[in-house]
């Protein structure tokens, strides 16, 4: 698959569970003083997040471009980038982390075909919650799943 097919494949598979597609926004954010650049998918549903405007849907999917410069030192390494599109499932109030972890394994595991028994798990250090339904409901084996605090998680950038 391109990146073209692995992005169309990924909004229709969202879409088919009820999101809504939404545009990729400006990279520079409407009305939020607080960052300079579009930094990640989730920045244009801030609003919704926070209670200050009613999504269209309760259930978001969407593409966005993204430009961070919060690990710029870090970019060229393997996994900072400057500029990138960020795939994203959103749900706002709808559904928690057994939905958004069941839909993440029926992607890649049945749409993308990728064989469970290569697939490693990362989780917050004292997500005790994530480990249970990675591990219990999913059936992840408990040393494919990696524990991960502030300094090391694969979300944490810009915090060390």
């Known amino acids: 698959m391109n990146g073209d097919q692995i992005r169309n494949s990924f909004i229709q598979f969202f879409e088919s569970k009820g999101h809504q597609h939404m545009p990729s926004a400006s990279l520079i954010p409407a009305g939020d003083p607080t960052l300079l650049f579009t930094s990640a998918g989730m920045v244009p549903f801030k609003p919704f997040f926070m209670g200050e405007q009613t999504p269209p849907s309760r259930r978001l999917t969407s593409s966005q471009k993204s430009f961070r410069t919060t ?39 049945q749409l993308f075909g990728l064989s469970p028994d290569r697939l490693y798990v990362t989780i917050h250090l004292d997500d005790d ?32």
Do not use: C
Not at 75 to 99: A, P, Q, R, W
Not at 132 to 160: C, L, S, T
């Open 71 to 109: 690990d710029i030192d870090e970019v060229g390494d393997h996994k900072h980038l400057t500029f990138f599109e960020m795939l994203g499932n959103f749900s706002i109030g709808d559904y928690f982390k057994e939905g958004a972890v069941a839909f993440a394994w029926e992607l890649v595991t």
């Open 129 to 160: 919650e994530a480990f249970g339904i990675w591990h219990d409901q999913i059936g992840v084996p408990a040393d494919r799943i990696y524990r991960y605090g502030d300094k090391d998680n694969w979300w944490g950038a810009g915090r060390h």
